[in-house]
């Protein structure tokens, strides 16, 4: 075998290969997490707000400028939050109202982009008390690249009765420094482009199952679309007008589809794709739909200029036709431009190749096909270099095996953009390698102590875990000559005038669901939207504006037709 020295990456060779050899394999029935990834960007001339986007992702109370609104209703879900920040940040911007404060402040355009929004699943298999931890470590490749961010984990019951743990994100789009927000950071749209965004869900996903993997827990999430993982044709997203038309008592056919077609799911349970069983291991990149001739030339180029580079020798040129791959002497690796392929008699260095190779060619995360037993030397390769497969979850061995070498670079990893510690926190009673509990009975109990864990801290050493924009005291304002700002909500309810119906009665949306069915939230549920007095208001200075405007010109008219009139000697005054 040739050396890797060309490859190297940020981990101890010689301990992977020794955490490969004591693989014990396994096969195991693996359970796929829901996949709900979502990305946005917040945009002021929609009616979106950064402030309005941190009430209601912590569930407190704003008033941005546009209005007042509350979102204490949800904070019974709402397990915790906390700030990520990069290296060069100042600690300051850790505390959630200085976090908040510094995001207020720093926009002036009225068409401006406040941030980016990021929402994605989690496995119920998560204990309610690692969420926070497992969310965090999901974003951190966003914090190395500069951004800062605030997340928060909820965990409220879905249409099965079942928990639903989610994660909402804020990421700022300005380059921090020690002064605050700087310019914005023009070149990081790129990554939320790529792929069509595949590339940064493919991220997302692969970050949760590492992290699964790294707890102990058995879970996958797998990003790709329903027909390439063999799930059945998503279920159509109904706004919630007509939830709130159907618990009216009125007929709404939409909904009587969804009940049936979700009874015909109970019914018949859904028959997924396995991995596919064939001789050897096949891996391609989990972003990729379609592998044009292009794309496929490039990285058949780029893999040959590496692997040159490094010394190994190639049994096919990168100039050969596509059906040529190209299999590196001495070695089990191949690649043809759109997969790598491992033979049956592969070795726990050919699997460090094949991930290296990945990340040489930009490969968010990798969807393994074939033998169990190679994935989970992928597993092993690829945990450590946050390299890893969405389409499975590795054997309980493996998982065991990951967990004792990676937890302490897990926790490391969360603690520097961690300034407050709260993960840290939650993590010290949990060791390498434990297996994490189930859900099951008792639940509700772990779920009222993790509550408790991260709501009762000492005065500014943490986040409570309902944790409000809005806190009695001095106002914080939005414009340094306007009344807008984080203000002190007068109830737990949104002032009456607020103007938006859902947010006015919460229950809405949050109520008690129907025979099994779940009111989705509407896109725009954190929407600013105008207060119908400011609007009434606005229109009647508009229209004394325009009545204004038309005595001006009737007087200019007037005096036009007076002077045409003198030029002309017709002038009607007399002498």
Not at 124 to 146: N, S, T
Not at 350 to 367: E, K, N, T
Not at 486 to 497: H, M, Q, R, T
Not at 531 to 555: F, G, I, M, T
């Amino acid at each position: 075998m040739h050396s890797r020295s060309g490859l190297a990456g940020p981990f101890d060779r010689h301990a992977v290969k020794a955490a490969q050899r004591q693989v014990l394999y396994t096969s195991v029935k693996n359970k796929m997490g829901f996949c709900y990834i979502h990305t946005g960007v917040i945009q002021r001339a929609k009616g979106y707000t950064a402030l309005a986007r941190l009430a209601y992702q912590t569930c407190g109370s704003v008033n941005d400028g546009f209005r007042r609104v509350s979102y204490r209703a949800y904070a019974a879900h709402h397990l915790g939050g906390l700030v990520l920040l990069p290296r060069h940040a100042p600690a300051e911007l850790a505390d959630l109202l200085e976090f908040v404060a510094a995001v207020g402040l720093r926009e002036n355009r009225r068409d401006a982009q406040e941030g980016r929004i990021v929402d994605f699943a989690i496995p119920r298999q998560v204990p309610p008390e690692l969420l926070l931890a497992v969310a965090a470590f999901v974003l951190l490749p966003f914090v190395e690249l500069g951004m800062s961010i605030r997340i928060d984990v909820e965990c409220p019951p879905a249409s099965d009765g079942q928990p639903n743990p989610h994660a909402h994100a804020y990421l700022a789009m300005r380059e921090v420094d020690r002064d605050g927000f700087g310019a914005k950071e023009r070149s990081w749209n790129q990554l939320f482009w790529r792929d069509g965004g595949r590339h940064v869900r493919s991220i997302i996903a692969a970050r949760l199952t590492l992290a699964c993997a790294i707890l102990c827990i058995d879970a996958h999430v797998d990003p790709r679309h329903n027909e390439a993982k063999g799930a059945d044709t998503p279920e159509l997203r109904l706004p919630g007008v007509l939830f709130r038309m159907y618990e009216a008592g009125r007929s709404v056919h939409q909904i009587e589809n969804l009940k049936a077609q979700r009874h015909g799911k109970k019914t018949q349970p859904t028959q997924r794709h396995a991995p596919k069983v064939t001789p050897g291991l096949m891996i391609t990149n989990a972003a990729a739909s379609k592998n044009g001739p292009t794309k496929v030339a490039a990285f058949r180029q780029a893999f040959a200029e590496k692997a040159m580079e490094v010394g190994y020798a190639l049994e096919a040129m990168a100039e050969e036709p596509p059906e040529a791959p190209l299999s590196l002497a001495a070695t089990a690796v191949s690649f043809d431009g759109v997969a790598f392929r491992l033979k049956e008699n592969c070795e726990a260095e050919d699997a460090d190749i094949v991930v290296l190779f990945a990340r040489v060619l930009g490969w968010p995360s990798l969807v393994v096909e074939g033998d169990a037993k190679i994935a989970d030397l992928i597993a092993v390769a690829g945990a450590s270099i946050d390299m890893f497969m969405v389409n499975r979850s590795p054997s309980p061995a493996v998982r065991h095996i990951i967990s004792q070498t990676n937890f302490e670079r897990f926790k490391a990893a969360i603690a520097r953009a961690d300034r407050l510690g709260i993960v840290a926190k939650l993590l010290a009673d949990v060791a390498p390698g434990s297996a994490a509990a189930p859900p099951g009975e008792g639940r509700e109990d772990v779920v009222a102590a993790s509550v408790t864990e991260i709501d009762v801290e000492p005065a500014g050493a943490a986040i409570p875990a309902e944790a409000v924009l809005v806190q009695p005291g001095p106002e914080v304002s939005a414009e340094p000559d306007s009344e807008a700002g984080l203000d002190v909500a007068p109830s737990a309810e949104v002032i009456p005038n607020s103007g938006d119906r859902a947010a006015m009665d919460p229950t809405i949306i949050s109520g008690p669901s129907l025979d099994g069915l779940e009111s989705l939230p509407d896109d725009d549920s954190w929407q600013i939207k105008p207060d119908p007095n400011v609007v009434r208001q606005n229109a009647r200075h508009v229209q004394a504006y325009y009545d204004r405007l038309q005595r001006q010109v009737a007087e200019a008219e007037e005096i036009a037709s007076r002077m045409t009139n003198r030029v002309k000697g017709r002038d009607p005054r007399p002498p």
